[in-house]
């Protein structure tokens, strides 16, 4: 028989094979199989397969029904995907509440879901919709000098609970060239609440990283009580030594081991969420552009970081057989890790609670996206303009 003649008696008993009882569903597969030469489980499959395709095909989906295909969940939740810089299914379920009330465009429908959707299906939602991102930028950390003895090295600091131990470093805005003089980025966090602050710096001189570091510790909501860094020369010298350890309450001044990017692992993390991920690697070679960072840094850009984007924090780490096991808390954003925390002044949580409830993390979100657009404008057309 020709393949067209088995396609028609396919069809011909394809309705009546499935309308029979068992017993008569195994004459007609019997006569199926001998007269088309078929394997019994391939006959099977063909005629599951032709019924799929025919008379069922609209048949009703079994399991649940979808409960979160509004459109206002899935616009919704691009939506502020994008205004976190693409955060995790765990990040916005934890955001929903902080951001979901500053937009009135949600129906009452949306809302009641987006209150109950869970970071599983969020991360399900958003799945057409991911991309990633994998550039890499240069280093520019190099060795300091004999200094570094005088300095001790610290690498137990994934068990502090008291807030104010900072860890900090420079992002180089260098592009793809360490030539001549640009722009860099000082990035702080505290380890215990995520709290971070970032200034940027017209080259790496000690003044300059000194009077960055000054303003940083003015804007932090608790006292400074330690300083860790890694073995760069920006931060191994005479000047920030004496900066921290010649003062009335001293401050812990610890550094990094040698090729260990490990032992600086929070904010080595914080350099990709925090500055690569919004500035990217272009090149920032005009003084001017400083001056417009430092607007953006000290505005709209830590309010958004650390009062609207939650982190999660590594609770426990350990190793069973060859899996390394990690157990991390609830995302929170680092201004509730501060209100939560006892060592903090109650003057200074209401004061940062006055300060949040005066804040729209939509507008913030796009006050910042304008100025990382004009600056980088800015920076595209300074440096054409030498060229």
Not at 69 to 82: A, I
Not at 88 to 107: E, F, I
Not at 271 to 282: E, I, P, S
Request: charge should be positive; aromatic fraction near 10%.
């Amino acid at each position: 028989m020709s393949n067209d003649g088995k396609r028609e008696y396919l069809e011909a008993i394809r309705e009546r094979y499935h309308m029979a009882r068992k017993p008569t569903k195994k004459i007609i597969l019997d006569e199926f199989c001998r007269v088309c030469g078929y394997h019994r489980k391939y006959a099977i499959r063909l005629l599951k397969r032709h019924r799929a395709r025919g008379a069922s095909a609209g048949r009703k989906r079994p399991g649940r029904r979808p409960q979160y295909h509004h459109p206002d969940v899935l616009t919704f939740l691009t939506r502020l995907w994008k205004a976190s810089n693409l955060a995790c299914g765990k990040r916005l379920k934890a955001m929903l509440p902080l951001w979901l009330p500053h937009d009135p465009n949600v129906s009452p429908e949306a809302r009641v879901l987006l209150q109950s959707i869970s970071a599983a299906t969020i991360d399900r939602l958003l799945a057409p919709v991911r991309r990633c991102y994998t550039q890499r930028g240069l280093a520019t950390t190099k060795p300091g000098s004999l200094l570094k003895q005088h300095i001790p090295i610290k690498t137990n600091q994934w068990d502090e609970h008291l807030p104010g131990f900072l860890e900090a470093d420079t992002v180089a805005h260098c592009g793809s060239s360490m030539a001549g003089m640009f722009v860099f980025t000082l990035n702080t966090v505290d380890i215990a609440t995520g709290w971070t602050e970032q200034r940027a710096l017209w080259g790496k001189g000690e003044l300059g990283t000194v009077e960055a570091l000054e303003r940083i510790e003015a804007a932090l909501p608790f006292r400074l009580r330690g300083f860790d860094c890694d073995n760069g020369s920006e931060f191994i010298n005479w000047t920030i030594l004496h900066h921290y350890t010649e003062r009335k309450r001293p401050v812990a001044y610890t550094r990094s081991r040698e090729y260990q990017k490990n032992d600086n692992a929070h904010i080595e993390g914080k350099n990709w969420t925090h500055v690569r991920q919004y500035l990217g690697y272009q090149r920032f070679e005009h003084q001017q552009l400083t001056n417009q960072l430092n607007e953006l840094y000290t505005s709209e850009w830590r309010l958004l970081l650390n009062f609207f984007l939650p982190s999660t924090k590594l609770i426990e780490k350990r190793r069973f057989k060859s899996r390394t096991i990690k157990t991390h808390d609830f995302p929170q954003t680092p201004l509730a890790r501060v209100l939560a925390s006892k060592y903090v002044a109650p003057q200074q949580k209401r004061k940062l609670k006055t300060l949040f409830a005066t804040l729209n993390p939509f507008q913030l979100q796009q006050t910042v996206a304008r100025k990382v657009r004009a600056i980088l404008d800015a920076a595209a057309h300074l440096g054409e303009a030498n060229q």
